[in-house]
């Protein structure tokens, strides 16, 4: 199989009748934050694939990465559920998290052969402007430059910032310091479509849809992830003693399961 895009791609032993797992990643983030599901998951009899947004890990882009859309990384998942299927004859469950669970939200709106999602602390569905305040209030200069610039690196920009916005508190420095360095800039353009331009229409979507959330969250509080469960006709699932990351806090392996048990 022939990419444009960085896809790592994990299979198990065995041939599985099971569906495979396309994992969305965040802003800021590449296919790297999956390696703890990427490991887990062909155990258990599952095929996954995570690619690199466009202009994201090793990723090509045809454009500059501040003015790249969602759009465009709609059509990135696009590309690779269709390689899947060419390769497999199956849809893939779709896991995306963060900005990546808004693109998996856009991208449903027009796939409903998708047999399952499940949305790790997404973009709610009234977009990033609450969490705009929230970071605004804490990191000013730093938006400041982030507007002045058209890039976001500012406001994740230290091992500091970084924690704060992804990890407990109690991260081990040397996973703090391993993720930190693999963290990017991440479109300014594509902010603006999380805050106003493309939000998510739940009624478009044919697919079942799980939330999962994070109680330690500091980029979507808890009322905004059980507000997109409820668009959804859902009940969110909220992790104890987890931050935004849930894919690489201590605790992942309660998340991973869980998607094993309901998928």
Same mark, same amino acid.
């Given at each position: 199989?022939?990419?444009?895009?960085?896809?790592?791609?994990?299979?198990?032993?065995? !041939?599985s009748d #099971?569906?495979?797992?396309?994992?969305? &990643? +965040?802003? %800021?983030?590449?296919?790297?934050?999956?390696?703890?599901? /990427?490991?887990?998951?062909?155990?258990?009899?599952?095929?996954?694939?995570?690619?690199?947004?466009?202009?994201?890990?090793?990723?090509?882009n045809?454009?500059?990465?501040?003015?790249?859309r969602?759009d465009?990384?709609?059509?990135?998942?696009?590309?690779?559920?269709?390689?899947?299927?060419?390769?497999?004859?199956?849809?893939?469950?779709?896991?995306?998290?963060?900005?990546?669970?808004?693109?998996?939200?856009?991208y449903?709106?027009?796939?409903?052969?998708?047999? !399952?999602?499940? #949305?790790?602390?997404?973009v709610?569905? &009234? +977009?990033? %402007?609450?969490?705009t305040?929230?970071?605004?209030?804490? /990191?000013?200069?730093?938006?400041?430059?982030?507007?002045?610039?058209?890039?976001?690196?500012?406001?994740?920009?230290?091992?500091e910032?970084t924690?704060?916005?992804?990890?407990?508190?109690?991260?081990?420095?040397?996973?703090?310091?391993?993720?930190?360095?693999?963290?990017?800039?991440?479109?300014?353009?594509?902010?603006?479509d999380?805050l106003?331009f493309?939000?998510?229409?739940?009624?478009?979507?044919k697919?079942?849809?799980?939330?999962?959330?994070?109680?330690?969250?500091?980029?979507?509080?808890?009322k905004?992830?059980?507000?997109?469960?409820?668009?959804?006709?859902?009940?969110?699932?909220?992790?104890d003693n987890?931050?935004?990351?849930?894919?690489l806090?201590?605790n992942?392996?309660?998340?991973a399961?869980?998607?094993i048990k309901?998928?």
């Amino acid at each position: 199989m022939s990419f444009n895009l960085e896809v790592i791609i994990k299979k198990t032993v065995k !041939k599985s009748d #099971l569906n495979p797992l396309l994992f969305i &990643h +965040g802003a %800021w983030h590449g296919a790297w934050c999956w390696h703890n599901f /990427l490991d887990y998951f062909p155990e258990k009899g599952f095929d996954c694939y995570a690619p690199s947004l466009c202009g994201h890990g090793k990723s090509d882009n045809n454009k500059s990465l501040k003015t790249t859309r969602l759009d465009d990384y709609v059509e990135n998942v696009r590309s690779v559920v269709d390689s899947i299927f060419s390769e497999t004859g199956k849809k893939p469950v779709i896991i995306g998290h963060s900005m990546g669970g808004l693109i998996a939200q856009k991208y449903l709106e027009t796939d409903h052969e998708i047999p !399952k999602a499940f #949305l790790l602390a997404p973009v709610p569905r &009234h +977009g990033v %402007w609450q969490t705009t305040l929230r970071m605004t209030g804490r /990191l000013p200069l730093a938006f400041i430059k982030v507007n002045l610039t058209w890039s976001l690196w500012p406001l994740v920009s230290t091992k500091e910032r970084t924690q704060k916005a992804f990890f407990s508190e109690n991260i081990p420095d040397n996973k703090l310091n391993e993720y930190f360095l693999q963290m990017q800039d991440e479109s300014y353009l594509g902010f603006w479509d999380m805050l106003i331009f493309r939000l998510p229409s739940p009624k478009k979507v044919k697919t079942p849809v799980l939330v999962l959330g994070a109680e330690n969250d500091t980029i979507f509080s808890v009322k905004e992830i059980k507000s997109t469960a409820k668009a959804y006709g859902t009940e969110a699932v909220i992790f104890d003693n987890m931050a935004h990351d849930m894919m690489l806090e201590e605790n992942w392996k309660d998340v991973a399961n869980y998607i094993i048990k309901t998928i």
